[in-house]
């Protein structure tokens, strides 16, 4: 995590910025996701599909405490889950959208996930810790913090491959803000697409 941490990639403004960012969570996921079930042979009765890989996208509308801003953004995630419910997810949100004084923030998250299902539909509840990066008013300074994240969602199983991220909630917490602690909420919704 170090080394993508001292990318060069995080710490320039543009399209190379979002784009070497998306990338290293799709490697980071893909190098950490466990094998799938080898289908050799038929599968017991009652045993479940073994583990999943997605990736999605999705825009979100987000309350920032600072100003009291409504702003919009955009997202990418990326998520792992087993036959026993259990998984982690990676995300990276770019608050983009709606900018007043140039304020402007980027999030980058991992963590631990857990999911049900019912029928075609997914809820899903999940904690992530991770980095922010904000950009102050008029561009006078920037700021990286730690930031935690709780959330909650449902997914819908639209086709074999492809879910509707029907929505997806998020607190975040800012604990070492430069002027105390930040807090955001946002709602989002989009769609993922099963790799295997």
């Not at 999030?107 to 980095?131: E, I, W």
Request: aromatic letters at 16%; glycine letters at 14%; charged letters at 15%.
């Amino acid at each position: 995590m170090k080394f993508l941490l001292n990318l060069r990639c995080w710490q320039q403004p543009g399209s190379g910025f979002r784009a070497g960012a998306v990338l290293a969570l799709m490697v980071s996921a893909i190098l950490l996701a466990p094998a799938g079930k080898t289908r050799a042979q038929v599968a017991a009765p009652g045993y479940r599909q073994g583990a999943k890989l997605s990736a999605g996208g999705s825009g979100f509308g987000e309350y920032l405490q600072y100003g009291q801003r409504d702003m919009v953004g955009y997202s990418a995630f990326v998520d792992g889950d087993t036959k026993r419910q259990i998984g982690f997810e990676a995300e990276g949100r770019w608050l983009e959208y709606f900018q007043t004084a140039n304020v402007h923030v980027e999030t980058y998250s991992v963590g631990g996930r857990y999911h049900l299902d019912f029928g075609r539909f997914q809820p899903y509840a999940k904690g992530l810790v991770g980095f922010g990066n904000f950009n102050f008013p008029y561009n006078y300074a920037t700021g990286r913090y730690l930031v935690v994240t709780a959330g909650a969602g449902a997914d819908f199983h639209w086709t074999h491959r492809i879910y509707v991220r029907v929505a997806d909630f998020e607190y975040q917490d800012w604990p070492q803000f430069t002027y105390g602690n930040l807090n955001t909420l946002s709602v989002s919704a989009g769609l993922k697409v099963k790799i295997f």
